[in-house]
């Protein structure tokens, strides 16, 4: 699987965009990029996937570079409630199914 | 549609004691998937499982631990003889057949081992 890199942390005005940056500069041709959020002490919820096209759903959009090498999840309107660790995960949809996460992004959304 | 549900919340054991952590799926659910996550540290992958079959144990310590997912009931997260560490919050995860990464998670079951 490809490996991610995420910035440690991200502070983000309530009310304001956030902007997740992950590099993923080793993805090949049939890998996904898949984001997750962890709230505190819950269970990882899953919040969008693309392969090589923008997406977009009811929680946010998921913006992928044309040569596939980085992508930012984008929060359009961050609440309180959006505090969460984000987690960017590249991997193949069909060929295995363990998730793999890394250390993912500490984002705090402040009022 | 309710969603994973894991029971009991919040489990206390003392050492050398057996631990059972249930996850029941999603309705239409055939996937299930276990995770840990010990305290301060990442989610690490356990186990995946489909009915009556466990497709991959990669991630499970060798020693104690098992895992099982019967034709009928909730899937099965064993611990024998449990440690101090082995306290630490138990996800299970469920997707439906073809959809290999759309795991939708349960609320866990936070271990403490006394």
């Known amino acids: 699987d490809a490996k991610t890199t995420q910035p440690t942390s991200m502070d983000c005005a309530e009310g304001r965009a956030a902007n997740l940056p992950c590099n993923h500069s080793t993805i090949s041709g049939n890998e996904y990029v898949y984001w997750y959020r962890q709230i505190h002490s819950q269970g990882p919820q899953y919040i969008i996937h693309g392969l090589k096209n923008n997406e977009t759903n009811e929680m946010a959009s998921l913006i992928i570079t044309e040569d596939r090498k980085s992508s930012t999840l984008i929060l359009p309107h961050a609440t309180l409630r959006d505090t969460a660790v984000y987690y960017c995960i590249v991997r193949v949809r069909w060929g295995g199914n363990k998730l793999v996460f890394g250390a993912g992004t500490i984002l705090r959304v402040k009022s | 549609n309710a969603g994973v549900m894991q029971n009991p919340r919040h489990l206390v054991r003392r050492r050398g004691q057996e631990a059972r952590l249930r996850c029941s799926p999603m309705k239409g659910h055939s996937h299930v998937y276990w995770y840990r996550q010990l305290p301060e540290e990442g989610l690490k992958f356990m186990v995946y499982l489909q009915k009556e079959n466990i497709i991959d144990e990669s991630g499970m310590p060798k020693e104690r631990f098992s895992a099982e997912f019967p034709k009928e009931g909730p899937s099965i997260l064993r611990i024998q003889q449990v440690v101090r560490g082995d306290s630490a919050a138990y996800f299970c995860?469920?997707?439906?057949?073809?959809?290999?990464?759309?795991?939708?998670f349960g609320p866990g079951t936070r271990l403490t081992v006394t």
């Open positions: 995860a469920s997707s439906p057949p073809g959809t290999a990464y759309e795991q939708y």
